[in-house]
């Protein structure tokens, strides 16, 4: 059998290599897909003709993003049933041709297990039979994974009758785009020489009536979709309002750390070579469907594939086999599971069931324990309830108990699945909701005086409301109300001192302080003014770097600052804080109150700064000016362009750039220049990326 899988791939692919049943290998790769920052996902559904591939298509070059055409995915398993000789209103027959078929969209050409059927797949045979093959439940099903698999990263335009509804409900933008029956014709009779109008227009009547009244998935107008009549509209102004409408969308996104950081939880699945690993990652991507994928500096050693259970999203990570003192080619397998590990938010780590726990299981189950990512153990190759008591041997690996399964055959994988899922942070876990009370964190070396600046900050009239302690370290969050406005100021157990070998010692470390500024919007951060600044304070600059956070300076004891000092102090600031040139400063004296006053009003400027939001018109309108006073450089051949630009988020700002090409660091720097030129962001670091086209846009 040549697999029993469909295997769709959107990616640029080489040969597809022989492979053992069952087994999807990886074979596609994306030299150099853009990070998954901002993923956007734009839905076009619409009626037969209705404009939405000319739009999708150029929405997405527009925008930088993917285009993802379904329709093709239908149309080409449908020219598979016709090929085959397969009755296409025959549910079952149709299923079956399906699941022997490998469908590949690459470089906006369509292949039928390994040929470009591009051409094919839009003439009148496959059109006239596309409604009938696309109506069965069992084919849609195949097919419904690879399409959301093709956006779980990068996001895209997606065309098609049922993407807004649902292929992807969760998408930013939906636009249902319609046009009249006879504008439609008069179209599709100019784009292919014909002069029969009122044949065609009977024949996409037909085809709207056919997949509008299907049972399953049937073309809608999804609830929050925008219907946009392009009857009286040219391409043009088509796409301008799409494209105008997603950079809209964009801007007014809630913060959402989770996406901006990274779009998806990690599973790696981790164990000795042949214990079954890539059977259970091909069970777990759905039996029939898969997107096979490889990451940009990737081997096929480690591969990245989206996959879904119970409507959760996540990637599965599959790694080579594990093994020790391995050399070569084989170490560098090693290197790849083990980084695989690192990047993992949960490990699945396979035992052979029938062999037991050998020594390399052991020394793995011994590098997992010491790692800090939660891992699942499994037990492989256990094909019937006999075979059950060979889990309780497992428990030696210190790894909890293990969960038996057969990858082969499916046995227990849809338990384990639910475990994952379990053991998977959520995105209300690591996204931290929006702020509307500023959370501050006052960082410093230890003594450096944050616990006197604390109670100075809180003074006697103003009133601590609450103190929440975190449940899993013993951080406390402090609530307070001053001048009547309330504040968070976060971690300030961690400024409270303790005995230690009979001395008096802060709660500090490095990671708590880490902790203490990612939950923070704002950062205080305290330096002993009158020391030389050292390698400490270096540490905690480089986690303000890192963070992107609201920054006032502090510089205490300022009394004990001479002249001598002072002109040292500003060139050791200089040094450690060239990248926040942007933070006010304010010299104090937490211990005499000294400077105090000014304080309070910095907090609040950066605050307000830190969630500032430049109108989209504004910001096209001065980056088309900074570009008219200085033009962008050429990139090759080419002449770069910013085509659109608009804050996608606050707190903190960033700006995003849909531009032809990468735009050189020092022109985002010019342009952030600007930017603060014209609207105070005092305290805030401000990040400007480009998107460029994807790389199969750039073919
Ligand atoms: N607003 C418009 N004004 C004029 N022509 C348009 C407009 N939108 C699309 N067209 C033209 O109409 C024709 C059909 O468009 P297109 O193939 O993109 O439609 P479609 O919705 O993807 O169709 P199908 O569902 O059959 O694949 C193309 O020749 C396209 O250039
Ligand atoms: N999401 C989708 C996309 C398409 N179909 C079916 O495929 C046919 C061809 O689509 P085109 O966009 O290429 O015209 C279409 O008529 C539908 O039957 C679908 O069902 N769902």
């Excluded at 990047?343 to 997992?368: C, I, K, N, P, Q």
Aim: charged share 30%; net charge negative.
């Amino acid at each position: 059998m040549r697999g029993s899988c469909v295997r769709v791939l959107y990616q640029e692919t080489s040969a597809v290599p022989d492979v053992p049943d069952d087994v999807v290998p990886p074979t596609a790769s994306t030299a150099d897909a853009p990070a998954v920052v901002g993923a956007v996902v734009v839905a076009i559904d619409g009626p037969a003709g209705s404009g939405k591939s000319s739009v999708a298509r150029r929405v997405a070059e527009r925008l930088g993003l993917p285009h993802v055409d379904t329709g093709a995915l239908y149309r080409a398993a449908t020219l598979a049933v016709l090929r085959a000789g397969a009755d296409p209103t025959d549910e079952a027959d149709c299923a079956a041709v399906v699941a022997d078929t490998v469908l590949e969209r690459h470089a906006g050409r369509t292949l039928l297990d390994g040929e470009d059927v591009e051409d094919e797949i839009r003439g009148p045979d496959v059109t006239a039979s596309v409604s009938a093959v696309s109506a069965h439940a069992a084919v849609r099903d195949a097919l419904l994974a690879a399409q959301r698999g093709a956006v779980a990263e990068e996001g895209g335009v997606v065309e098609g009758r049922d993407i807004g509804s649902v292929v992807l409900p969760d998408a930013d933008v939906k636009v249902f785009l319609t046009a009249s029956v006879r504008e439609r014709a008069r179209r599709r009779a100019a784009q292919l020489g014909r002069d029969d109008l009122e044949d065609l227009e009977r024949e996409i009547v037909a085809r709207d009536t056919a997949d509008g009244g299907r049972e399953v998935a049937p073309m809608q107008v999804a609830e929050d979709a925008w219907v946009l009549d392009s009857s009286e509209l040219d391409l043009d102004a088509v796409v301008a309002s799409v494209v105008e409408r997603v950079v809209e969308q964009v801007a007014a996104r809630p913060r959402d750390p989770l996406r901006a950081r990274r779009a998806l939880p990690r599973v790696a699945v981790v164990g000795r070579p042949n214990v079954g690993k890539s059977t259970l990652v091909n069970r777990i991507l759905g039996a029939r469907v898969a997107i096979v994928e490889e990451k940009p500096g990737v081997t096929r050693d480690r591969t990245e594939h989206p996959a879904e259970w119970l409507g959760r999203h996540f990637l599965v990570v599959d790694t080579g086999g594990w093994e020790h003192q391995a050399e070569g080619m084989a170490a560098r397998i090693v290197d790849q599971a083990e980084a695989a590990v690192a990047a993992a938010d949960l490990v699945v780590f396979v035992v052979d069931a029938t062999v037991g726990a050998l020594e390399d299981d052991e020394r793995y189950a011994r590098l997992l324990r010491r790692s800090r990512v939660p891992v699942l153990l499994v037990a492989n190759k256990v094909d019937n309830d006999r075979q059950e008591a060979l889990v309780h041997e497992l428990y030696g690996l210190g790894l909890g108990a293990a969960h038996p399964v057969s990858a082969r055959h499916g046995r227990g994988v849809g338990d384990l699945l639910d475990e994952v899922l379990a053991a998977l942070p959520t995105a209300a876990d690591q996204a931290p909701a929006v702020s509307t009370v500023p959370r501050v964190a006052i960082v410093g070396k230890p003594n450096v005086g944050k616990s006197s600046l604390f109670n100075r900050l809180l003074g006697e009239e103003r009133s601590i409301v609450d103190s929440v302690a975190h449940t899993t370290r013993d951080a406390v969050d402090t609530m307070a109300e001053i001048d009547g406005e309330p504040w968070v100021f976060v971690d300030t157990a961690g400024m409270r001192r303790r005995y230690r070998h009979g001395e008096e010692t802060e709660l500090y470390s490095v990671d708590r302080t880490r902790a203490a500024i990612e939950s923070a919007d704002l950062v205080l951060f305290l330096l002993d003014a009158s020391e030389p600044l050292g390698e400490q304070d270096q540490r905690l600059a480089a986690l303000l770097r890192e963070a992107g956070r609201g920054v006032v300076l502090v510089c205490n004891k300022w009394d004990l600052v001479d002249e001598d000092r002072r002109l040292d102090l500003e060139k050791e600031l200089d040094r450690l804080l060239s990248f926040a040139a942007w933070a006010p400063r304010v010299n104090i004296s937490a211990a005499s109150g000294r400077g105090l006053r000014r304080l309070l009003p910095q907090l609040r400027t950066v605050w307000d700064n830190y969630r500032r939001r430049v109108p989209t018109r504004e910001v096209n309108r001065l980056v088309e000016e900074a570009v008219a006073r200085h033009p962008l450089p050429r990139q090759g051949q080419k002449n770069l362009k910013i085509r659109y630009a608009t804050q996608a988020e606050v707190a903190p700002p960033r700006f995003l750039l849909f531009a032809n090409g990468r735009l050189p660091a020092s022109y985002r720097r010019y342009l952030e220049r600007e930017l603060r030129e014209r609207h105070d962001f005092t305290g805030v670091p401000l990040t400007i990326e480009d998107r460029p086209p994807s790389p199969r846009q750039r073919r």
